[in-house]
């Protein structure tokens, strides 16, 4: 098949890229012809709330990988557009996650699908943003509108895409993040991390939005700090505000938890990932709300057992007993999940069974599950 993948990759930093990176990688393996169309403007300064949209490593060379993407010129969606209906690709394959690239996204979907020939399919990680605004259900119909077929990773994504269109949508779970490499010895990560291995450590990952709950987990880090049960533990916070940080660094003064909640307040480089994922006992995933999480698929990539609350699609990716436990999105129900976590032999069966069910998460079957859609939607 000849196929356009169009969304965030490199020089742009992050899962989203290392998705759609990799997504290509596979296709490719398989034989098919990809091309990755990206952006030469993601967000706008003014709307980012990272220190940097980009890296500046080398692109990688089995890829190939276009910057023509300017998602604030309606001209150049059409000009865009116009190229990948000249092209006739068997489909182009988007990456939705905000409604801020609907305006964009679906402007390109409804020129290049106007030869008759190329049919749009969209990876979709959520349909309602975890932020609201008023734009977002008219942005999101004219986007949504724009699509032949959808793959979505969790239930609640389904239940919401199914209020603004009716066309074909099949499930496939989340893969692992293999980019991210292999464990390390504990030891070898708490040298590469300045940690000392003598403590145990829990793992909150990724970058910091309200949403996620780190105010939940702090509050819940007090109470077993006050209980007596963190002599010997240290809370890592590994990631990048995406909000205001000063109510959280208020709340870990508050509490008087300086010296246990270790902050690394910066986007984690992909080469780094593993070291945190390896020194960690296990991560935590106090979200509020949620669809999915990229980061239940790095723990699953590191055999790393894992909290989280019971919102969204997380428990249907965390089964409750198995590879960690889902609590209530409460200090209380936080806290008491930490403490389960370190009862007699339970890490180590839940690191066993991540072993086991991590062989439901591949990139081979996401992209026969596309396939699979393109051919639904193609008849």
């Not at 990809?34 to 940097?52: D, K, M, W």
């Not at 239940?296 to 436990?325: H, K, N």
Request: with cysteine; hydrophobic share 40%; net charge neutral.
């Amino acid at each position: 098949m000849k196929i356009v993948i169009l969304g965030p990759a490199h020089p742009y930093r992050g899962g989203l890229a290392s998705i759609m990176e990799i997504m290509a990688r596979t296709f490719g393996q398989r034989g098919d012809e990809v091309e990755i169309r990206t952006f030469t403007l993601q967000y706008p300064a003014l709307l980012f709330p990272g220190e940097s949209q980009t890296v500046d490593t080398p692109p990688p060379a089995d890829l190939h990988i276009t910057r023509c993407v300017n998602t604030v010129n309606p001209l150049n969606w059409w000009r865009v557009g116009r190229a990948i209906r000249r092209e006739r690709p068997d489909f182009v394959l988007l990456k939705y996650w905000t409604p801020f690239m609907a305006p964009c996204f679906g402007t390109i979907a409804r020129t290049a699908r106007r030869n008759g020939h190329t049919k749009i399919l969209c990876q979709i990680d959520n349909v309602e943003p975890h932020e609201h605004h008023f734009v977002d259900r008219p942005f999101n119909r004219y986007f949504l509108r724009a699509v032949d077929g959808f793959i979505y990773m969790s239930e609640q994504v389904h239940h919401e895409l199914k209020a603004y269109t009716s066309v074909p949508a099949l499930f496939s779970p989340h893969p692992l993040f293999e980019n991210f490499g292999e464990r390390v010895e504990r030891a070898e990560a708490c040298r590469r991390l300045g940690l000392d291995p003598a403590l145990r450590y829990v793992l909150f990952f990724g970058l910091i939005r309200d949403y996620k709950g780190l105010d939940l987990l702090l509050d819940a880090w007090a109470q077993l700090k006050a209980a007596g049960q963190t002599a010997r533990r240290r809370l890592i916070v590994a990631g990048e505000f995406y909000t205001s940080k000063e109510p959280y660094l208020q709340q870990i003064a508050r509490h008087g938890l300086q010296d246990e909640v270790l902050l690394h307040d910066r986007f984690i480089p992909d080469a780094e990932v593993r070291y945190y994922f390896s020194a960690a006992d296990f991560v935590v995933q106090p979200y509020k709300t949620a669809t999915q999480s990229g980061v239940t698929q790095i723990a699953y990539q590191f055999s790393l057992p894992m909290v989280v609350t019971r919102v969204g699609g997380l428990p249907e990716i965390v089964p409750d007993g198995r590879v960690g436990y889902v609590c209530e999105p409460t200090a209380e129900g936080v806290a008491a999940a930490i403490v389960r976590m370190y009862e007699g032999d339970t890490l180590d069966r839940f690191r066993a069974n991540c072993v086991e069910e991590r062989r439901r998460f591949s990139w081979e079957e996401m992209c026969n599950r596309i396939t699979e859609l393109y051919r639904l939607v193609a008849r």
